[in-house]
């Protein structure tokens, strides 16, 4: 029926999860670290819908949509919480923002 | 034909996500994302999911890009104030430990088969329109109506914080 198979979009979110994992491993800057993060979600989104559409169910696209919704909150918040940060330290560097390492 | 597609925009996808990754300007990171998030909406629509392709869309590349840009812009750290990014054996550690989970990934996927795909050509037409998730997201016999009025507080509770955050004295 399908004529990709579905082990090929799952592959497909493998690596692109993994890079947002090493983005997150390898940048400084808190922003891109983010945007590391948007990428593993997303990432995540491709594998409910790819799993939705193989065993034809919509519980897959409904998951896609309150991942949508976390990841809207969570970057209003975390975003909020760099400006508070640059505001109070003048710098974002996260190796620079490190008071609450032990 | 199908296949050529998805291997296109695939490697695409692909591209872009380490191009973000590499790019030392925050900006043009920004930008690659978007690319990503657009390939992404049509992977969406190959798989039968109309609506997430439109949303993805207005959400991510519309909504949450400009926000990011908006404090990349704001905080003033383009290209002038690039971080100096980290040299010696950060990124090869993180790079070698990225292969290690891919690989680890890959062995759980290749525990068992997923079988033949169940969607009929009928489910592929009318599975992910708007009818088909509106009718599942408000069906009370679903268990889905109960988070969505969750997420009405969440977004609430996102929108108080970014605004506490953000004023100097609360």
């Known amino acids: 029926m399908l004529a990709v198979p579905t082990e090929y979009y799952l592959a497909l979110s493998a690596i692109l999860f993994t890079i947002g994992v090493i983005g997150v491993l390898i940048k400084r800057n808190p922003i891109v670290i983010f945007m590391c993060i948007e990428l593993m979600l997303n990432a995540v989104n491709l594998t409910f819908i790819a799993f939705g559409r193989h065993f034809a169910q919509i519980n897959g696209q409904m998951y896609v949509i309150f991942v949508m919704a976390v990841a809207a909150a969570e970057v209003t918040v975390g975003l909020g919480i760099i400006v508070a940060v640059f505001r109070t330290k003048d710098t974002i560097d996260v190796d620079e923002v490190n008071l609450l390492k032990f | ?170």
């Open chain 2, 1 to 170: 034909m199908q296949a050529a597609f998805f291997g296109v925009i695939a490697f695409l996808s692909i591209l872009s996500a380490i191009l973000m990754v590499m790019n030392r300007n925050p900006v043009r990171s920004a930008l690659f994302l978007v690319a990503n998030f657009a390939l992404l909406a049509v992977l969406y629509l190959t798989l039968a999911a109309q609506f997430i392709a439109a949303v993805e869309i207005i959400v991510y590349a519309g909504a949450i890009m400009v926000l990011f840009l908006f404090v990349l812009m704001l905080l003033s750290l383009g290209a002038s104030h690039a971080l100096r990014e980290r040299g010696g054996l950060q990124p090869l550690v993180a790079i070698i430990l990225g292969l290690i989970f891919l690989a680890s990934l890959s062995a759980a996927g290749a525990i068992g088969t997923l079988g033949p795909g169940q969607a009929t050509p009928q489910w592929v037409k009318n599975g992910g329109t708007v009818k088909a998730i509106g009718t599942a997201l408000f069906d009370p016999r679903l268990p889905w109506l109960f988070p969505f009025e969750v997420t009405s507080i969440l977004l609430l509770v996102a929108v108080v914080g970014a605004i506490v955050l953000a004023k100097r004295r609360v």
